[in-house]
């Protein structure tokens, strides 16, 4: 009788990890940095009490020396610490899957150009399969000010906009209406086919719709077209096994749908709680709920907006006693992220950092999990909890949480 609750706080990282100078990333701190930020434009401390009260300011306060401007919890119920990255970029896909257990440890393709971005041949066979007369773009952008600069010329040439960034991305821009939602996912479908070769670790589409550039905007239609994970992760396990993995939001996506048994889709934060607390009621035992909190990461942490991802974390936590009344005494829940995203950082792209892990089961105590040196070892410790094999990473901490 096991049931667990996963929800991936997408980009809440809580400090540059040990390796983050590889990514000039020394000193980022999503966390710290919102906290920061929230203070001196609001006039007041980010208020986080039920995080705080699952540990997080703790783990935070040792994962970095920065002062975290949150109010720690007089008492802490659940187990908390703080995991560095075993995989060598620091994209969803690679997160995600190392939280399963399954590390990348090989180098993606990127298309390091910030212009002139992809081959010229890569254009060409694109176009000659899809019919499009060409693409716009080409060069490493934000996905919301590509919009403004080259919606219009999209609208009016029929081009996609095609884009990409510092992660292993190939993304395509186009409006709804005027392009077509299916014939943008057909684009992206062949863009996959044809990135294999480059070792690009997602295709994504960017629907989008409006009159012109003021009010152009992105709508809930996104896609992901991932390549296969590495190897089979503890959700594909636990699906053979005969357990239940219910993906809600990106997750299926980002797993290239293996291990999946049943995919929700839902757009923005509430959506995804309610649609959340809507499964955990029907659950049955030995299954995985599998929540992936999107807006952090686009909505605010790309787009360089500490108080919209500090008012969405406030938002978050006032509704973390649902998810807590929720639970039943055999559901895990499990609270992390899958890299960082400072929104105070120079750029737009991810920061290498730490992540949080807090996990919940009823009338649990306070467990230290401390360091942790691969998100992996939530992938082990789920493997423990559902009697799977192990995983070939990741240490455990199954023990700790039943030890109280
Ligand atoms: O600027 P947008 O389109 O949101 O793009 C961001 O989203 C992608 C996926 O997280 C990243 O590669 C980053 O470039
Ligand atoms: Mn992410
Ligand atoms: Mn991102």
Redesign the pocket.
């Known amino acids: 009788m096991t049931k667990a609750v996963i929800l991936v706080l997408d980009s809440f990282g809580v400090g540059s990890a040990p390796d983050a100078a590889r990514f000039g990333d020394v000193g980022a701190n999503t966390l710290a940095s919102i906290a920061r930020e929230f203070a001196k434009i609001k006039g007041r401390q980010l208020e986080l009490p039920n995080l705080a009260g699952l540990g997080l300011i703790r783990a935070a306060k040792a994962a970095s020396d920065q002062t975290i401007l949150v109010q720690d919890a007089d008492k802490v119920a659940g187990a908390y610490g703080y995991a560095a990255e075993l995989s060598s970029g620091k994209?969803?896909p690679s997160g995600h899957w190392e939280i399963a257990g399954v590390p990348v440890l090989f180098d993606w393709g990127y298309f390091d150009q910030k212009t002139a971005s992809f081959p010229q041949a890569l254009i060409e066979q694109l176009c000659a399969e899809t019919g499009v007369p060409g693409i716009l773009g080409n060069c490493h952008?934000?996905?919301?000010e590509i919009l403004k600069k080259l919606g219009d010329e999209h609208v009016q040439t029929g081009k996609p906009i095609c884009?990409t960034?510092a992660?292993s991305?190939f993304?395509v821009a186009a409006h709804e209406e005027h392009f077509g939602l299916e014939r943008l996912l057909n684009f992206c479908q062949v863009a996959r086919r044809l990135l294999d070769e480059y070792n690009i670790g997602?295709v994504?589409a960017?629907p989008f719709l409006g009159d012109g550039p003021d009010s152009y905007a992105r709508t809930g239609n996104r896609r992901d077209y991932s390549v296969l994970p590495p190897a089979p992760t503890v959700l594909d396990k636990l699906t053979q096994a005969g357990g239940e993995v219910i993906s809600i939001g990106k997750i299926a996506d980002i797993y290239a749908h293996q291990g999946i048994s049943r995919s929700l889709k839902a757009t923005g934060l509430t959506a995804l709680l309610d649609t959340t607390l809507q499964q955990m009621q029907q659950a049955d035992s030995n299954s995985l709920i599998f929540t992936n909190l999107v807006d952090f990461?686009?909505n605010y942490g790309?787009r360089r907006d500490p108080i919209g991802y500090g008012e969405a974390l406030e938002y978050f936590d006032s509704r973390l006693p649902e998810l807590i009344a929720a639970l039943d005494d055999d559901t895990l829940l499990l609270l992390t992220a899958d890299h960082g995203c400072d929104p105070t950082w120079p750029g737009?792209?991810?920061t290498r950092e730490f992540i949080p892990v807090l996990c919940y089961r009823k009338g649990m105590a306070d467990v230290d999990l401390g360091q942790r040196n691969s998100f992996a070892d939530i992938g082990q410790t789920l493997a423990d909890l559902f009697s799977l094999e192990a995983m070939s990473y990741g240490d455990s901490f199954f023990k700790q949480l039943t030890t109280n």
Request: glycine share 4%; no cysteine.
């Open positions: 994209d969803t952008a934000s996905g919301t884009y960034s992660d991305v993304q997602r994504i960017r990461d686009q790309h737009t792209e991810h």
